[in-house]
Every structure is written in C-alpha cells, then in structure tokens.
C-alpha cells in the first residue's frame, strides 16, 4: 500500500473525474478485507445487493453504520494529523461541495474542463460523479463505525473550519458528527476527551446558517442522553458563558439558547414512587425528574441557580428570535420546578415590568399613575415584550386564585404596558387578558372583572357619536353636461370655505382631512405627552391617549375571539375537533379565526381543500366525529336536576314547544326563490359553522381549550350549552340585565369602575359574583399550608352587568371608526364585528335596543357603526335561517340549536322592516359615503333573504338600481351607458366627502376620479350579494345592470373576486331574459328598454374581448353570454362587432394564423430536446437524505412539522441561503428536471401557490395561446351554426352575409379559425 502522503498527492494531483475514480477505487481495494477484492468488470450489482441485504439484516433493531473498511482504521491510514486532517476535509468537501457556489453562482469543476462538452459527454461526466459519490460514502460510513478518539474529532474540527465558505459541506459535516457521537457517546474515548466532544458541538451549535444550527440542536437531545451530570454541567456552562459573553454574534446566542433548551427537555417527568427523595407538586400525586437513566427530585442545581441570570437578560435583545428562544428556554425551565419556583419567576418578572415606575410591591400606589409623571420613561419595548412573554407562559400555568389577592396591583402593571408606545408590547399585554379569562373559563366574575377593569373610565363622547358628520365636510359634487364634461367641485353651504378643484393641491387635501378629524375626532395625544394635561378626573385622563385606547380594542379582540369560540363549541359539539397543542406564544388568534369581514355565501363550488390539518378536507373531518362525540363526558352534556329549579324547567319546556312551532311556521315563509339556496345548503353545511362569519378552514386549537369540562356555579338545572362562559355569564346576570335600561334611559352608558371608593358588601354574605373570585382563591387552600387571606379589595368590588359592559365596548369600538389616528380606525373595524358577534350570542336586545336609538337617517358616527353592526347580523341571520329550515344530522341537540339560532333569527325578522326604512332614508340622501354604502348592503339583504316582511320591495329594488347607474354615470361620463334616455332630464349631481370618517376616497382626484373611487368602495364591499340580489328583481330592471356589469369585468380584471361576481350576475339576468322571452306570448316583441340594454351589453363584450389580461375561462363565460344574447335579439349588427374584437384580440396575441402556432411548437420542441439531458448532471449533485430521519428540535413542540421526504433532496446550497440570517429572506427557486425547487423557508408551504416565479414558460405562453385560439374557432362554430338555422330561402345565412361585409384582414382570419 502506498504512503498517505501519495494517496493525498494523488487525490489532488488527478486530472479528471476518471483519474479521480481509479484512484478512489484503488484505495477501497486496498482497505477492503481480501475476500472482498474483485475486479471491476466482475461487478454483479444483483449479487452486491445481496450481500447487502444479508450484512444489514437487522438493521432495524441496531442502526449501527456496518464499517466497510474493518482492516483498519484511519489513525492507522493517516499516521500524522495533518494528513488526517487533510483526507478528512477531502472526503467531506469533495462529497458535499458539488453544489457550492459563490453569490448563487455553482462553481465548475475544474476535472471535467477536459470533457467534451455535448449531450453525450454530459451523461458521461454524470456517471463519474455519481461513482465518486458512491466511493466517498463508503469512506463516511468508514468513518462513522470508528470508536471516538482525539485524532478523528481534531480532523473532524479541522474539516469545520476549512468549509468556512462552504454551508452544505458545513451542513452535511454536522449531521454526521452528530449522528456518530450518537452512537459513540458511550465510548471510553468519548469521555476522555469530552472537551474535544464540547468544542466539536459547538461548531453546528454556534454556525452563523440557521439550517446549520438547528441541523445540530435537532440531534442534540440523543448526545447528551449520554453524559454524566457532571459533563453536563461543563456542557451547560459552556453555552451560558457563549449566552453572556458580550463578544458573541446574534446567532451564537440564538444557538445556545436552543441547547440549553434542548438539555431541559430531556428532564421528563415520570412515574409516581413512594420515595421520601420526591416532592409532591399536585394534589399528593408524586412524580420524579429522569434525565436519561438518572433519577432525580427537582433539576440540578446548576440550571436553577444559572437560568434567571441567563433569560432575563436576553429577554431585552434587539433580536426578535434570541427573545423568543429565551422565552422558550424559561418556560421549560419552569415546567420541570415546583410551583414555587413559578411563583417566585412571576413576582420577579412583574418586579422588573415594575422597573421606573417608582412603586414598589409594598407600597400602595399603583404603578400605571408612573405615566402622569414628567421624569417617567417607560421601559425598553424588547425587554418589555420579553418579560411580558414570560407572564403569558406563567399565567397559563398558575392557578387564578394566585393572581386574585393582589389583583388591583397585577392590573396596573398589565394596564401600564397596555398603553406603552410600542406596538409590539401591546399586542403582547393583550395576550396576558386574553388567558387571564381563557385560563378560567367556568368562572363569570372573572370575565367580567377583566372586561370591566378595561373598558371602565373611557372618557365617551355621546356628541361625537350623535354629530352629522358631514356638516363640516368638504363636499366633492359635479354635474353631467350634455356634453358629458364635469362642472368644478362646489360646497354646501355648511361645508367649509375650503373649496378646491379636481386637480387641487394633494397637500391641501391632506391638511383638510387632518383639520377634519381633529375637529370631529376630539383632543387626543400620545401616551408620552399624558403628563402636559390636565383633568378633573385622573382616571379618565389616560383615555386621552390614543395607545391606551387602541391597548383596549387589542384585548376586546382576542377576548372576544376566545369567548365566541368557546360558545360555539359548547352551542355545536360535534365541531369540536381533535386535540392539538395549544400555542399561547403568539398574541393574535389568526389561525382559529380568519377575516371577519362578513361576505355572503354564493353557491360557488364547495372548497375542497383546507389550509390547515394537512389539507384534511372539512368533509373527512365531520366524517371521523362520530367517534369523538362517543368520548364526551356525560357531564359535559347533562347536569343533575336540581329540585328547587323544577318551576323553571317546567317554564323552560314550554318555551322549547313554542321554539319549535315557530321553527316549524318558518319553514312555511320562505319566498319563492329559497328552493333555490336549498340546493346549496347541503354543500355549505360541510364547509361551515353556523355562526357569525365563515369559518374556511378547521380550528386548530383542541374543544376542551374552548369548553371547560367543569361546570363552575352553574345552576343544576341548565343544560350542555349553558357550560358556555357566556351562558354562565348570562345566567349569573340574570337580575342584573335590567340595568341595561336604566342606564340607556339615562343617555349614558359610561360603565362604573371596578373598585368603588366606599366598601360594598358584607363578606359574610356577599353576592354571587364575589363568592366566585371567593371560590378561586380559596381553592388554594389545599395546596397551601395554612388560610389564605382574603384580599381587602374584594369589599369594595363593584361588577356591572355584561350587558352594559358589552354595550359599552361596543360604543367605544364604533367611536374609534371616526379617530384621527389610522391605528385606531384598523382596530375599530377588526373589533366591531367580533363584538357585535358575541352580543348576538349573549343577548340581541343589547343590539335591537342600540339600533332603534342611533340607527337614524342623519350620517353620525353612531348611525355608521350601528348600520356595519346590523350589516353583520343580517349575514349571520341568514345563515342561520338555512340551519332553522334544514337542521344538519351532526348537530348533537338540534332542538337546543335551533331554540338559540332562532332567537337571533327572529330579532332580525321583528325589526328588518323599520331598519330597512332607515336604510332607504339614508341611501337617498344627496352625498354618497361610506354610511350609504353600508345601507345598500342592507336593503339589498333584506330584498334578497327577507322578502316577506318588506312591503316596499320594489321601492328598494329601484333604489339600489338607480344608485348603481347614478354611480356609474358619473364615474364614466363619456360612456355610452352613461348617455341618458329619451324623454328623461340629466341626472343629480354627484355629491361625496373628500374628508372625515365616512370618505370613501383614498386618492386625490389627479390619480382617481372621485365617483371611480366610490364605485370601487361599492363594489369591493357588496359585489358577492349582486347575483343574489338580481333574482329577486323585475327583469326589466335587471337588464339595465347587464353591460354594466360587463364593462366591470374589464374595468376590475385584476380583481377576481370581483370579476366573478359580475360574471355570475351577468349570467343570472340572462337566465332571467330567457325565462321572460319563452313566455311572452307569440308576437309579442321584447320590451324597447331591454333590446337597447342588450346592444349596449354587445359592445361591452367586444371590449372585454380585446384585454389580454382576462384568463382564457373569463372570456369562455363571456362568449357563451354572447351566444344566449344572440338568440334574444333580431337583429345582426352585433356579428360585425364580435369579429373585429376577435380579430384584434387575435393579433394582440401575435397568433394570427396556425403556422405560427405550429413554427413556435417546434421551437419549443427543439429547446426541449436540446436541454432533456440536463437533469442528469444536476441530478449528480444532489445529496440523498441523512442517515437516519430529521429528529425534531423539541419532543414538546407538536405543532413542529417535518417537510416531506422529497424536499430533502433539493440543491442544499439553496436551502441553506433561503434558511440563513433573519426574517428577511428571499425565497429562492431553481429548476431541476421536471419539477420546481423552491427553499426550505418557513413561508415555502404557504407559497407554493404563488405563481410569481422569475421563470419564463414558453410552454405555459404556448398552451394560453392555442387555447384562445381553440376557444375562438369554437365560438365561431356555434355562432355560424346558430345563424345557419335561421331562415334565408335561397340567399346566404346572415352570418355569412355579416362575414362577407366585414374588413379584409377580419374576414380572413375568421375564415381561419372557421377552417
């Protein structure tokens, strides 16, 4: 065998791949045992395989790497380090550094320069790669059977450091090393030289690649399970020291804070023994610490003693994932200490929220009055966020009866940061409200005291609420000329003086909205200035500050969120889903809950797939419920009867018999037109939850989350869906809701403040809602040595009934619709249908009791909030209506559901009539605003779905109608639609605010017209409704909204919501035309009107045909509109329209005749075949999966999920480079084979939908073309064939006739496309 320093010299030193492979291949015989020498054209790949099978047989019991090399070893090999150390880098480097590139560029290998270049020599090169891949494996195996021992771990580090500017061979090295120590951790060896093990780690663990890093803490967890407690701690220090050090990068921190979280986590609680060595943490259950085969009563005491010093300080890094990791590691940390320990981190934690504020525990002052003073500044917003993440953590695991007896201090601190002037810190404080409600849920008085504490001392301005918004308005208005030019903006006469015209100043613009909010907005600040202002009431001071108001609507929201979630789970059992991990880091509830924008159910096709659980679609979900509902408690279903309740029961009964009659009367008043939706009910019932917005995909969050198993002071009477907290909540406040009316009566609705100045109750015999917070607190008595004091704040607590808190939120969120500041007017909108949701649920007298007072015709803020409020109900009404009429077969107590459904149902039908008739008033006023838009929806609403209880449906049909053509008239001036009929004056003015809460233009009038930015606020808001409203319309009327909503095909092309909705209401007035045409009697000509409309509608699709940019499906519907029209009409003008747009549609193309089409399919052909083989090269370079399979990072994270089997075999230098630095990543894509390849990057599986690829497809081009042209030929098939049929004795059909007088250039190619 020749010397290491020749093999080196000669691995170098080769020429080319086939150089490098014989040389390669003359090692392996060399190391391999003599009964395995052969010669290489005895190569029988059947025979190896089997030899194969036979050694790894059993591999699945001991996954141990088979050493191919067992002659020796590679310190014998390799007798010097350097030489070691250089095969080792050789070895790793020339296996995984294909790929390597600099900038995303691959680096050539320099021994395949020498081959030729061809479709032949790319195969070839192929092969040898593929056959240096293969040899360099046996080496890595060879490597990984060896025992640990200095030599190799220093080559190993050697190797690490070479490939500075190598991330895959960084990459592949650490999931090597980690897997050998796996199964080498036991050695002697690997004890010996346990630093060299450390230092070894430490390389993945600190990488500056993220994939890189966590390619190492994934492994970690197997590694340490073999280390003593003494190595571990070394360990551990080592990374605390990296953790403190001031010298370390951001992503050396983030790597050992992921360590250190891996080590806890291999501290699992087991077992229950009788051993004095065990503490007891619940109830007398006993339970131990294992930390692998170790045995232990509480963590080491060098994790106890280190992490507070570690975390806490990291909590206030500028990096967002260092906090998040950190917050991570503590909240392992407290899950394996006692309860103590998690008491002490949250006192400590509050203390350091409580940092400036000059308050300390003892001292009873509270520390949110910190913000009145000048010399407060608040604390840093990272280490605020931080620390507030690890209150969330701990108040998911605390009992609340913990949190009670100092309950008005843990508010003030919660409250302070609720206002603090960062965003980020007050999305993370309302988290902390939300679980403080969620984590008790069968507890009323808790949701009321959090809900009160927040909404109390918010400075209401009823004058606000109630003031025309318009009076100080800058009005926008133009007249229509018969020349069709606009006349200059004028002002009413209560507008202001600042008149401009439509190409005015943007600036102006700007400082007259401004003018505008503040004077209608009142006198609010930041948070910052509160101490410059000064106020009779200090308590109502905060509420000047706009961060403290929008701190509220960010916990209205999730509370809310979680509240309608778990009334719905209660209210519909058999959607409860099966269990999953419950995520409380995040401080939004987007994933249980998307848009709540209300949109109206079309029967479109049902949606197959959902986004969540895997692509599990929501049929298989409901399919597999029988089975989860068998395994729900009988307690959570039924509660004993309580005898003294039996007068009520039987009262109960009764009005479940009227329930029921009236569910049966309904079924009998449905309009004509509900056979129709019945057909799609089955459709949507598989997809939705009968509640107040849609729910597209499942919930992910387990039911128990959301409906508690135990029933708190329920009375024993009440059934399943009363478990719900607002059921609970509803029957606690049962002689409370007459408050409601008084305090409405009193024109305010102000809610008191928790605590009272004078003491309230006698605690010998206190109320309800005080022995609740009683109940939780003294709860803890059993976990505790001794009584528990009660807390003295508890005299003097003073809960207000939720119907006037819910009131009270609700009239605060629809005060900040009209603020000056936009966050606040974001957060209005988010919230309002969310809270007037949850009031449906509770009570909907709060809301027909709102509506009937400021639901008026004036354009008040009020009015605008109370008409998106019942906008919302209606929505929720009508789906409702489709469950009372056909319950579903999964609903568990159908009799219950409906009696709830139709409590909702039936306040909207009690008082649609009188709504609608403010709707109208408000609809007809000169000015069109937002508020206009909003009763629209009303009216078309209740024309559509409640057409039995409006008397004045036809008055509302030609209301909508004309609003739409008034609209339209104006935005279009010059259109042919817009010219006014015969015998009919020019129409209104056009009147909108340019400024103000109700303004529904965005954009000065140099960029958008006004009235195209009115239209475009209409139709983004209602066009789902269009095709529904029109089948109830006269088909005279409708016919007029028929080239209208054609030209908005092409005028809203980029919007393809909207471009659906125009085509599915355009289609409903044909169907429509049809109907009225068969029966007309015979003679009878179609009406002038509608004749003019369809020649209208003709030249509206000879425009849309000429955009390219509409899909080739969207001009499909178009023409079948075409060839429908066609039948209804007489005449043929319209064919000479319909070839010329088809021909130019054609030459925008570039597809004027098939050669083309034929010249450009064999150029793709050619390129195909030219570039078929470069797959093989590629296919080279890729690296097959590891060893064994990704271990996850966490055995506690269930939601981490691991990327399917055939992501593993991307180019990893491009995974790598997606995977690297922070959230700002690119998303990189490269092509292989017949497949796309995109990055590892967390939003890869959210985007594989996005079609924005740099990759031009001459293919995709190609196919779009020969398909509009197949599409024409059609077309024009059926349109000939149509005309044939038409009588012409002797002459020519009139199509032909119309073909023969059209252009050239048009005749021919429609000749074409005949042909």
């Not at 004890?191 to 230092?199: A, F, G, L, T």
């Not at 079924?667 to 459709?683: A, H, V, Y």
Request: hydrophobic share 35%.
């Amino acid at each position: 065998m020749e010397s290491s320093s020749d093999l080196l010299q000669k691995l170098k030193l080769s020429a080319n791949l086939s150089d490098e492979v014989v040389n390669l291949e003359t090692l392996q015989l060399d190391l391999k045992p003599s009964n395995h020498h052969q010669q290489r054209h005895d190569y029988d790949p059947d025979e190896e395989w089997l030899s194969m099978a036979v050694e790894n047989l059993g591999d699945d019991d001991d996954d141990e790497v088979v050493n191919p090399f067992p002659k020796m070893i590679p310190n014998q090999l390799f007798t010097g380090q350097d030489d070691l150390n250089q095969f080792t880098c050789y070895v790793f480097m020339r296996r995984f550094g294909w790929s390597e590139g600099i900038n995303g560029e691959t680096v050539q290998d320099e021994r395949s320069v020498t081959l030729q270049k061809g479709k032949l020599a790319m195969e070839k090169e192929a092969q040898y790669k593929a056959r240096v891949n293969e040899l360099l494996d046996e080496f890595i195996k060879w490597y990984l059977s060896q025992p640990v021992s200095q030599p190799l771990l220093q080559s190993l580090r050697h190797t690490f450091k070479e490939a500075i500017n190598k991330p895959v061979v960084r990459n592949q090295t650490v999931v090597h090393v980690m897997e050998w120590l796996r199964h080498r951790i036991g050695d002697r060896g690997a004890h010996q030289h346990i630093e060299e093990v450390y230092q070894l780690m430490l390389c993945g663990l600190t990488d500056i690649w993220s994939a890189i890093r966590n390619a190492a803490v994934s492994r970690l967890a197997h590694v340490i399970d073999g280390f003593s407690l003494s190595e571990l701690q070394v360990f551990f220090m080592s990374l605390a020291q990296i953790c403190q050090s001031k010298e370390s990068t951001w992503q050396s921190i983030e790597g050992a804070l992921m360590a250190i979280t891996g080590i806890l986590k291999r501290f699992q609680w087991t077992g229950k023994l009788a051993s004095s060595s065990v503490y007891d943490v619940s109830g007398g259950t006993q339970f131990i610490l294992k930390f692998g085969k170790q045995e232990l009563s509480q963590l080491p005491e060098f994790l106890t003693s280190h992490m507070h010093t570690i975390v806490y300080p990291l909590l206030a890094h500028r990096q967002l994932s260092i906090r998040e990791n950190a917050t991570k590691a503590f909240s392992a940390f407290l899950s394996r200490c006692e309860v103590k320990e998690a008491l002490t981190s949250f006192t400590e934690a509050l203390t350091r929220l409580r940092h400036g504020t000059g308050v300390s525990a003892d001292q009873s002052s509270l520390p949110h009055l910190a913000v009145l003073r000048k010399d407060y500044r608040f604390l840093n917003a990272y280490e605020a966020e931080g620390l507030l993440g690890v209150c969330v953590y701990l108040i998911k695991h605390i009992s609340p009866g913990f949190l009670l007896p100092n309950w008005p201090e843990y508010f003030s601190i919660f409250n302070l940061y609720l206002m603090h002037p960062a965003s980020t810190v007050r999305q993370a404080t309302s988290a902390v409200f939300k679980y403080l409600v969620a984590k008790d849920s069968n507890n009323p008085s808790m949701l009321k005291l959090v809900l009160q504490a927040l909404c109390a001392d918010w400075d209401m301005n009823f004058d606000l609420l109630t003031r025309d918004t318009t009076a100080k308005s800058t009005i926008y208005s133009s007249d229509l000329h018969s020349n069709g030019s606009e006349s200059n903006p004028t002002s009413r006469s209560q507008a202001t003086d600042a008149t401009r015209s439509t190409a005015g100043s943007d600036m102006e613009l700007r400082q007259q909205r401004k003018r505008h909010l503040s004077a209608s907005g009142g006198k609010y600040c930041s948070v910052t200035s509160l101490c410059a202002l000064e106020d009779d009431s200090t308590d109502s001071l905060f509420s000047k500050a706009w961060e403290w108001r929008e701190g509220r609507l960010l916990a209205y929201e999730l509370i809310v969120k979680f509240l309608i979630i778990n009334h719905i789970h209660y209210l519909f059992p058999s959607y409860a889903l099966p269990p999953s991990k419950f995520d409380g880091t995040v401080s939004t509830d987007d994933s249980l809950t998307p848009s709540h924008q209300s949109r109206m159910v079309i029967a479109h096709k049902p949606v197959q797939k959902s986004v969540s659980h895997g692509g599990t679609t929501l049929r298989q979900m409901m399919s597999s419920q029988g089975a989860l509902r068998k395994t729900m408690s009988q307690d959570e279903a039924l509660v004993e009867q309580d005898e003294s309740n039996k007068k009520e029961r039987s009262g109960s009964d009764h009005d479940l018999q009227e329930t029921t009659m009236k569910v049966n009367e309904m079924k009998g008043l449905t309009r004509s037109g509900s056979d129709r939706r019945k057909r799609t009910i089955e459709e949507r019932r598989s997809r939705t939850l009968a509640e107040g917005h849609m729910y597209n995909r499942p919930i992910p969050k387990h039911y128990s989350y959301y409906a508690n198993s135990s029933h708190g002071n329920l009375s024993k009477k009440q059934n399943c869906i009363a478990s719900s907290l607002l059921e609970q909540t509803r029957y606690m406040d049962k002689d409370l809701n007459k408050l409601f009316t008084v305090c409405e009566s009193k024109q305010s609705m102000c809610v008191k403040s928790v605590i009272s100045r004078n003491p309230l109750h006698d605690m010998n015999s206190p109320p309800q809602d005080v022995i609740a917070l009683l109940n939780a607190i003294k709860a803890l008595e059993k976990k505790s040595s001794g009584c528990t004091q009660l807390p003295n704040w508890l005299q003097y607590l003073d809960l207000d009934s939720m119907s006037n808190i819910l009131c009270q939120m609700l009239l605060q969120t629809i005060g900040c619709l009209g603020d000056t500041r936009w966050e606040l007017r974001r957060m209005g909108h988010q919230a309002l249908p969310l809270i007037t949701e949850c009031i449906r649920w509770y009570d909907m007298a709060v809301l027909t009791t709102l509506w009937d007072k400021y639901f008026t015709p004036e354009a008040t803020l009020a009015s605008y909030g109370c008409a998106l409020s019942l906008r919302f109900s209606i929505h929720h009404a009508t789906k409702l209506d489709h469950f009372l009429q056909q319950p579903p077969a999964s609903w568990k107590d159908p009799e219950s559901c409906q009696r709830i459904s139709l409590s909702i149902v039936d306040a909207i039908r009690g008082g649609i009539q009188r709504w609608c008739a403010v709707a109208k008033q408000l609809v007809q006023r000169p000015i069109i605003d937002k508020l206009s838009v909003v009763a629209l929806e009303i009216l078309m609403l209740a024309n559509s779905f409640f057409s039995q209880l409006v008397t004045e449906m036809a008055t509302y049909e030609r209301i909508v109608l004309e609003c739409f053509q008034h609209i339209f008239c104006h935005a279009y001036p010059d259109h042919s639609i817009s010219k006014p009929p015969k015998g009919r004056d020019n129409l209104r003015a056009f009147q909108t605010p340019t400024n103000g809460c109700l303004n529904c233009c965005l954009k000065p009038a140099s960029v958008n017209p006004y009235p195209q930015q009115v239209e475009k606020k209409l139709l983004t808001e209602i066009h789902s409704l269009i095709p529904v409203f029109i089948k109830s319309c006269q088909v005279d009327s409708a016919a007029a909204l028929l080239p209208i909503l054609v030209h908005h095909v092409k005028e809203y092309s980029t919007d393809e919501a909207i471009v659906r909705s125009m085509l599915d209401g355009g289609a409903s007035i044909v169907q429509s035309l049809i109907e009225d045409s068969m029966s007309r009697p015979a003679g009878v000509k179609c009406a002038s009107s509608i004749v003019d409309n369809i020649q209208l509608t003709f030249q509206e699709i000879t425009l849309v045909l000429q955009d390219k940019t509409l899909e080739v499906s969207t001009i499909r519907q178009v023409l079948d509109m075409f060839l429908t029209l066609s039948h209804l009409t007489e005449g043929t003008e319209h064919l000479q329209l319909v070839f010329c747009a088809v021909s130019q549609r054609l030459e925008l193309n570039g597809s004027t005749s098939s050669h083309f089409i034929n010249m450009k399919k064999g150029s793709v052909e050619e390129e195909d075949s030219a570039f078929g083989s470069s797959h093989l090269a590629f296919r080279s370079n890729d690296i097959p999966a590891s060893p064994v399979d990704d271990l996850r990072i966490s055995d506690e994270d269930e939601d981490d999920r691991e990327p399917p089997a055939h992501s593993q075999m991307l180019s990893e230098s491009v995974a790598l480079n997606a995977s690297s630095g922070s959230s700002n990543t690119p998303r990189l894509s490269v092509s292989g084979g017949e497949r796309e390849i995109r990055a590892l990057t967390p939003t890869a599986a959210a985007d594989e939908d996005d079609s924005g690829s740099d990759w031009d497809s001459w293919d995709e081009e190609e196919e779009d073309q020969t398909m509009t042209c197949s599409m024409f030929a059609e077309f024009m098939k059926k349109l000939k064939a149509q005309y044939s049929q038409v009588e012409h004795p002797g002459g020519p059909s009139p199509f032909q006739v119309e073909l023969s007088n059209s252009r050239d250039r048009d005749r021919k190619l429609i000749t074409s496309l005949l042909n």
